[in-house]
């Protein structure tokens, strides 16, 4: 138990729905993270928040729209997905100048397969 | 181009036995982190070495930071099947920014 809960912890959608991934984290930090996982690649970063304010959009597609209405609670819309999104997405939490330099707290993830 | 190379990318061995990661680059990094996934979880971290040189003990898991910041090792003495997992090391560089390697595949075999 990382204090990071994500769910669902497995969706299949098709291209043309819609549908959300969800994060909470307990643990009081101020900064939240959605991170893609795909085989064989490194972890590739996708959005930062701070004090749900975003700070980082690492040039991710507009079929992927993030939301955080609160430094609890971190959204990740999907929309129009192709099926090379399918991946597991993970969130994470950091809490910066508390613990070890950079340190993130990750959830479970979110396994997604696009058909 | 890939920031930080791991290598081997898939290691499997018999119980007991010991084995050595590697996570290397060209790059300078002000720390290097390593974080253990087993299978159907998140990445949970396990050390952070920040000076060269550096070593972190952690039980049967010993970390070594190089002396030039660029490359880290982690070495498993009488691995467990507990110990099988995906190991990820990431770096800080830059303005804070952190890069993740593709991960070192262990599998222990009872």
């Known amino acids: 138990e990382t204090g990071v809960t994500q769910t669902p912890r497995h969706l299949v959608m098709g291209m043309t729905n819609k549908k959300s991934l969800k994060c909470e984290q307990h643990?009081?930090?101020?900064?939240m993270y959605w991170y893609k996982q795909s085989a064989k690649k490194p972890l590739e970063l996708m959005f930062v928040?701070?004090?749900?304010?975003?700070?980082e959009n690492n040039s991710v597609p507009s079929r992927f729209s993030p939301e955080c209405p609160n430094s609890s609670h971190l959204f990740l819309h999907l929309h129009t997905l192709q099926p090379e999104d399918s991946a597991l997405y993970l969130c994470?939490?950091?809490?910066?100048?508390?613990?070890?330099?950079?340190?993130?707290?990750f959830g479970e993830g979110s396994r997604l397969t696009v058909l | 181009t890939q920031l930080l190379e791991q290598s081997p990318q898939f290691l499997s061995i018999q119980e007991g036995e010991n084995l050595t990661v590697y996570c290397n680059s060209s790059?300078?990094?002000?720390?290097l982190q390593w974080y253990r996934q087993e299978p159907g979880e998140g990445p949970v971290l396990l050390v952070t070495?920040?000076?060269?040189?550096e070593v972190k003990k952690l039980k049967r898991l010993t970390f070594q930071f190089g002396d030039a910041r660029k490359d880290s090792s982690l070495h498993i003495t009488a691995a467990q099947p507990g110990d099988t997992g995906l190991y990820l090391c990431?770096?800080?560089?830059?303005?804070?920014?952190?890069?993740f390697g593709k991960g070192n595949q262990v599998v222990v075999i009872p």
């Open positions: 994470a939490s950091s809490q910066p100048g508390q613990g070890a330099p950079g340190e993130l707290f």
């Open positions: 643990l009081g930090h101020n900064a």
């Open positions: 928040y701070n004090f749900k304010e975003q700070t």
């Open positions: 790059s300078v990094f002000s720390s």
């Open positions: 070495v920040v000076t060269g040189g």
């Open positions: 990431a770096a800080m560089y830059g303005n804070n920014r952190l890069a």
